[in-house]
């Protein structure tokens, strides 16, 4: 047995052993389903991060800049990541004050309608099923490609690693987990990228010589590789998709189920902003290593085939072997941590949310459940082939056009009633999965971006007009102004000069990244193409210049926005919070007079 196999054993036996542990803890439904609600910030941080870079990162987008969009990549200002903080902002905290079990339970209770949150659990069970059948695919192909064992062994083996803890110890057992997977692919891909970029002569050198790359030309470039050949034959064509596609992301991390059902965990609604918001930080310098790593692998090999394999070629070649175990055991790591969170979300959608009625759940029962399902998706990643990149994408952005408009304006519309979002919900998911599947079949060609356009266009004019013939009942509107009622026990100056410290530091970011991404990317880049200046000086006239700057015009006003927003909504002297607490005194000293 070699060290990478060791290495990713015994990384895995760990968190079988401290999942299954943790369930040893789980008495009710409330820690099964949410972790008790009791989770700090690093656990909520921990499974928010977890729970996204999975191999489709770290195989499927690395793929992707290693083939032709390195510098695009690196260069766009990370409009997805902002959903993190205005999905905390503007829907988690209220998520949260509804104490429901799972986000689909939440829409029931929210619209007074079962329907509407059988369709969510549909939604939830077929897409997050899907998505737990590529990362776990990614991570069988990873494990039969480091050990030679065949592909059914290893899709055992990974089937069986995050079922087992998933299906006992439910919400805090994968919580747990997620963040001692995070902090292992963090450090570990810290330390990779430093190495190979040091082996390079730096990363100044090495974007030069990306720069003047011939087998790749263009690959450096702010839109990356693209002309005839490629999706995007003109510079706007890769603009638009990716400014789409983005949003659509956002959308996704700000209230599709797999990150907003994370803020049902946390312990108060501080932990929410804040683990939102580091999120925002930990995901981009994640990504920009990922990205960074799987396009400057070109400097040593152009032709890895397939090119999801770059990361793992690069671990097993360019590196001491023990930094390589670490890295392979960290994208292991990765494929676990976001199956774990998708079997988890999958399985409460079965037990909780499907059926005329709710069943009368116990633990044992919903676990009997999770298995269930887990072995429904074993048989289906055996007879699927696996698709990660563009797979990703497809299932990501249905869940923007499904969930977003109604996710959204469930919080902050006081006129959509319930059959406006039952159907808006309907009409988004089939009006972005039938132009998909189109385009998918060849029957027409399209943009990739186009069925989410669609289907969130579609979504919110079926709201309006629904919403225009029909009424909002008394209990809608009861339930809405209770989750605009902040909790007594948040309103507290000490716990907000913390949470604003978040936002504050993406404000550090958005200024300082500009000057880093000028010194270290541009001008080596202008180097590399003969574009600088005669006198040394940056060429503005060019995209990757002006580029740098969006950083600065998106996060900084975006966190602004966020500590005002915090201020006023947490600060215990203004007028309504005043209210707040005066009644909750009156509440606390009738019940102790009582």
């Not at 369930?23 to 991060?49: E, Q, W």
Request: charged share 15%.
């Amino acid at each position: 047995m070699d060290l990478f196999t060791t290495t990713i054993g015994v990384s895995i036996l760990i968190y079988v052993v401290i999942g299954s542990y943790a369930g040893r803890s789980v008495k009710k439904l409330d820690d099964y389903f949410v972790a008790g609600r009791r989770a700090p910030t690093l656990l909520i941080l921990g499974t928010l991060v977890a729970s996204v870079m999975s191999t489709s990162i770290f195989m499927g987008e690395a793929a992707f800049t290693y083939d032709s969009q390195f510098g695009a990549y690196l260069l766009f200002p990370g409009i997805a990541v902002t959903g993190y903080m205005l999905g905390a902002l503007f829907f988690g905290v209220y998520l949260r004050r509804s104490r429901a079990p799972t986000v689909a339970d939440y829409l029931g209770r929210r619209f007074q309608s079962r329907r509407l949150q059988q369709f969510a659990g549909f939604t939830i069970i077929l897409g997050l099923g899907g998505y737990l059948l590529i990362v776990t695919q990614g991570a069988a192909l990873l494990l039969a490609d480091l050990t030679s064992l065949p592909f059914v062994t290893s899709l055992i083996i990974a089937w069986f690693a995050y079922t087992l803890f998933t299906m006992y110890a439910g919400s805090k057992g994968v919580i747990i987990t997620d963040t001692l997977m995070f902090l292992l692919f963090m450090t570990a891909t810290v330390f990779f990228v430093a190495y190979i970029v040091n082996g390079f002569g730096g990363i100044s050198t090495a974007i030069t010589e990306m720069a003047r790359l011939e087998s790749k030309a263009g690959i450096a470039s702010w839109t990356g590789i693209i002309g005839e050949g490629t999706d995007w034959p003109k510079p706007v064509d890769y603009v638009i998709w990716s400014v789409v596609v983005d949003i659509a992301w956002a959308l996704v991390y700000a209230v599709g189920p797999w990150q907003a059902s994370r803020h049902l965990m946390a312990r108060n609604e501080h932990v929410v902003l804040r683990a939102a918001i580091l999120a925002c930080f930990c995901v981009i310098v994640l990504q920009m290593l990922v990205y960074g790593a799987g396009g400057l692998i070109n400097l040593a090999k152009t032709d890895i085939t397939p090119s999801e394999t770059v990361l793992i070629w690069a671990a097993k070649s360019m590196v001491p072997k023990f930094l390589g175990a670490f890295l392979l055991a960290g994208i292991v790591a990765a494929a676990l941590s976001s199956a774990s969170t998708f079997l988890s979300l999958v399985g409460f959608s079965v037990s909780n949310d499907m059926g005329r009625k709710p069943l009368a759940l116990t633990v044992n029962t919903t676990r009997k459940i999770m298995l269930i399902t887990s072995i429904v998706v074993l048989v289906c990643c055996y007879f699927f082939p696996p698709n990660i990149f563009w797979f990703m994408l497809f299932i990501g952005t249905v869940f923007a056009s499904t969930w977003g408009p109604v996710g959204l304006m469930s919080i902050w519309s006081k006129r959509i009633t319930k059959d406006a979002a039952f159907w808006g919900m309907v009409s988004g998911f089939f009006m972005n999965v039938i132009p998909a599947t189109i385009d998918y079949l060849g029957i027409y060609d399209m943009p990739e971006y186009y069925p989410v356009a669609i289907g969130t266009a579609v979504s919110i004019a079926v709201i309006f007009v629904f919403s225009a013939r029909g009424r909002v009942s008394r209990e809608e509107k009861c339930y809405r102004m209770r989750l605009h009622q902040a909790l007594p026990s948040d309103l507290d100056r000490a716990k907000t000069r913390i949470t604003l410290l978040a936002p504050l530091g993406l404000i550090v970011y958005g200024c300082v990244m500009p000057f880093w991404m000028l010194n270290y990317y541009v001008i080596p880049y202008q180097i590399g193409t003969g574009e600088l200046l005669p006198d040394g000086s940056i060429n503005w006239a060019t995209g990757e210049a002006l580029v740098t700057l969006t950083v600065f015009a998106l996060h900084v006003p975006l966190a602004l926005m966020a500590m005002k927003v915090i201020w006023d909504r947490y600060d215990p002297q203004t007028k309504r919070n005043q209210k707040i607490l005066h009644r909750a005194r009156l509440k606390a000293k009738s019940l102790s007079v009582t």
